[in-house]
């Protein structure tokens, strides 16, 4: 088993990819610790994949600190940080308020960087962190100027943080899905809006389907794991084809 032992700390770990990760990694044999915002399905992921579960949100810098000190206190150090915890949200570029674009950043980029930067004392060296970024940070889709500027921001920030911590041999890399089958999409929908928005993204795919939360998950693993060992700095597209045959 590839991470037997390591201490894997999933922020968002608690439903979609980042719980689909979860179960990967616990059937790898790490010692997991995850976050979410939702007490209910992060305690219910905690207790199916025997991990430690701490309440906290991506947006406020504060918790997430607090977060990982506790999980550094009661694991040790971490040798894998996901970073996937993230919010979406479509405005087109006339409607998009302050308080939308700053929801947005809040979470998907400020968010993420300052869990990634109160994580580096606590990471051992020679451990990898991946980050949940999107194909959106690329595609010109109309209505997605506030999330793919902040999953474009991610990216950029990742590639430096890769270069900045290569004396310490810590690998960064991304994991961009494309259209995804996970709750995010279904939440307050009918069955008969979910099969229309499921047909709709589909036929976006050059591979005619969505993934899968595993698929991306699965993507995720390979990058934390020594396999991937001289690979550092990447934005590995997940998205059956979407970037690069559509």
């Known amino acids: 088993m590839r991470f037997t032992d390591q201490c894997v700390v999933i922020l968002g770990g608690n439903a979609g990819i980042g719980l689909a990760a979860a179960r990967q990694f616990a059937a790898e044999g790490a010692r997991l610790a995850l976050t979410g915002r939702n007490p209910q399905t992060l305690h219910a992921a905690a207790k199916e994949c025997s991990a430690l579960a701490v309440r906290a ?75 949940t970024g999107s194909i959106g940070s690329l595609a010109a889709v109309p209505g997605n100027v506030a999330y793919a500027a902040a999953k474009a921001g991610l990216r950029a920030m990742a590639r430096i943080v890769a270069k900045e911590l290569l004396p310490r041999r810590i690998r960064v890399n991304l994991i961009s ?47 934390a794991s020594k396999e991937a060992s001289f690979i550092n700095g990447v934005d590995l597209y997940v998205d059956g084809g979407c970037l690069e045959l559509g």
């Open 57 to 131: 949100d991506m947006g406020d810098v504060a918790q997430t600190h607090a977060a990982l000190a506790e999980i550094a206190e009661a694991l040790g150090g971490i040798d894998v940080l996901f970073v996937n915890a993230g919010v979406g949200g479509f405005a087109m570029v006339p409607e998009v308020t302050e308080t939308f674009w700053d929801e947005i950043h809040t979470v998907n980029l400020r968010g993420a960087f300052f869990a990634i930067q109160h994580a580096l004392p606590l990471l051992r060296d020679g451990g990898a962190i991946v980050i």
């Open 177 to 223: 899905p494309g259209p995804t089958d996970t709750d995010i999409f279904k939440r307050d929908a009918s069955a008969h809006d979910i099969a229309a928005m499921r047909d709709m993204l589909s036929a976006v795919v050059p591979m005619g389907r969505m993934g899968t939360a595993e698929e991306v998950a699965s993507a995720a693993l390979f990058l």
